[in-house]
């Protein structure tokens, strides 16, 4: 028996085997390869219904498919289908509307293959892959050109996640020196993406607004912008409540500066609210395991500093993580990152996260950095309590 395009099926034995063998291998690996060794055999005389089908219309099923995709694995599985299906499953419309859960790449599971599958969906538009590329890229594997160009791609097609991350990378000069901060151009990119609702850039425009950072002072239009971060993620956080059937188990009625535990966070502390907290996006996800996975390969061999999640790299300059734990970014240089000015021991890469941390769990362990010194050096009274800058 023969497909449309005349290869002939394996008998059951092979088919098997070769399933087996190659659903180790990534979409990018076998891609052009497939011999239609996972199609089951079609008894004689009955039509293939498949063949039957325009390209056209195979293809649409497809990309429909890639939208709808909760894993890396169901693009995989119809690469391995038949020969047909491999071709088609290659095209470019394929690819571009894969989703963002099959482009979630695990830290644990990064290796070249996967590299190249979301390098293949990047360059097919998919403007995810772009974005979940350019992080990985610019902060976990050190390709800050290759990584930021990623980003900007992903920027100019409208990624909100991806204006946002580029307003960080320009607030803090990441990847070059402090001269390179342009406060402006972060600003103006917040700004962009606080206009297509991201969350995090509300917040931190509010702030930005509040304080005169990169933009002229308007502290009531930062407080508006901080209104409207919180109200976006009870929208955000109700609908995905929602989803899961379980809006009468959210917790409204928590007290007000109850800091979170058993899974809740008092994100909306201003109103006495209190939310789930809502997943971290892909990225973070994975800059967060992939330094926890570093910190502890390095753990038996070289000890932190001052044990604040100080991490070295190579030329032994030391780096500091991001303190908010969802967040996984890292210094590109020494002291880039914001400290708490109140105890010193905190670094944030933006004034969001610093703003996030602080009520989800830094405002219980802060401790004035005078405590310490009175503590220590028994000085009397002249070392003064720096305000909290928030
Ligand atoms: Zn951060
Ligand atoms: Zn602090």
């Keep these: 028996m023969r497909t449309r395009s005349g290869s002939r099926y394996s008998n059951g034995g092979e088919v098997v085997a070769l399933v087996g063998q190659k659903r180790k291998r990534s979409p990018s690996a076998v891609a052009g390869e497939c011999d239609c060794g996972g199609r089951r055999k079609r008894p004689a005389g009955e039509p293939d219904y498949l063949d039957a089908l325009p390209d056209d219309l195979v293809l649409s099923i497809l990309s429909k498919l890639a939208a709808a995709s909760s894993a890396p694995s169901d693009l995989l599985s119809v690469h391995l289908t038949c020969k047909r299906l491999n071709e088609l499953g290659s095209h470019d419309m394929v690819f571009a509307k894969a989703s963002p859960a099959s482009l979630a790449v695990k830290a644990a599971a990064w290796s070249e293959p996967a590299q190249r599958f979301l390098k293949r969906c990047a360059d097919a538009g998919n403007l995810e892959a772009c974005y979940n590329l350019g ?9 800050r050109s290759g990584g930021a160009a990623l980003l900007a791609r992903a920027a100019v097609g409208g990624h909100a996640a ?16 402090k001269s390179d901060r342009d406060l402006r151009a972060g600003a103006a990119l917040c700004a962009r993406a606080a206009s297509l ?3 995090d850039a509300l917040r931190e425009l509010g702030h930005c607004l509040q304080d005169g950072y990169g933009v002229r002072r308007d502290p009531a239009e930062g407080r508006r912008l901080l209104v409207a971060a919180n109200a ?3 929208t955000l956080a109700l609908s995905a409540a929602a989803s899961r059937h379980a809006v009468a188990a959210l ?12 899974g809740g ?8 609210w209190s939310l789930p907290e809502a997943e971290p996006h892909a990225a973070n996800q994975f800059m967060v395991d992939w330094w926890a996975s570093r910190c502890a390969a390095q753990a038996g061999g070289k000890k932190d500093g001052d044990g604040s999640g100080v991490d070295g790299d190579g030329d032994g300059a030391e780096l500091r ?14 002291h880039e990152f914001r400290r708490c000015s109140v105890c010193g021991a905190a670094n944030y890469c933006s004034r969001a996260c610093q703003a996030l941390d602080w009520k989800r769990a830094h405002k219980a362990q802060c401790v004035p950095m005078d405590r310490w010194l009175l503590a220590g050096v028994a000085v009397g009274g002249g070392v003064e309590a720096q305000q909290h800058q928030q």
């Design 135 to 143: 992080m990985i890229r610019f902060y976990c594997l050190g390709s």
């Design 162 to 177: 991806a204006l946002y991350s580029l307003a960080v990378i320009q607030f803090n000069g990441s990847g070059g020196a």
């Design 197 to 199: 609702g991201h969350v």
């Design 232 to 234: 976006r993620e009870l």
């Design 251 to 262: 917790p409204f009625a928590a007290a007000a500066g109850v800091v979170g535990g058993g």
């Design 265 to 272: 966070c008092p994100l909306l502390s201003d109103f006495g």
């Design 321 to 334: 993580l991001c303190s908010h734990v969802r967040c996984g970014r890292r210094e590109t240089r020494r």
